[in-house]
């Protein structure tokens, strides 16, 4: 849902990881591997599988710790 509602902007959106974990009442996944294979990937798969939108993802660093996460969208037609 979050992800389409920013499809306007582009194929690329930003995020904080804070911002996002707050939106998505996660906060309580401290370590980014925990994050990403409990919350990210799963979506992820949810997306790419049920609706028409396909999305990759990235983390970006500044420094040690991860800082924002970038989604890659495309649209893609359904096969009836």
Do not use: W
């Amino acid at each position: 849902e979050l992800l389409q509602s920013y499809s306007f902007m582009g194929d690329t959106i930003e995020f904080k990881i804070d911002y996002l974990k707050k939106y998505l009442d996660c906060e309580n996944y401290e370590r980014p591997a925990a994050f990403q294979s409990r919350v990210l990937n799963p979506a992820m798969r949810d997306i790419n599988t049920y609706s028409n939108i396909y999305c990759e993802y990235e983390m970006i660093k500044n420094g040690r710790q991860y800082e924002k996460i970038i989604f890659h969208m495309f649209l893609v037609e359904k096969i009836k």
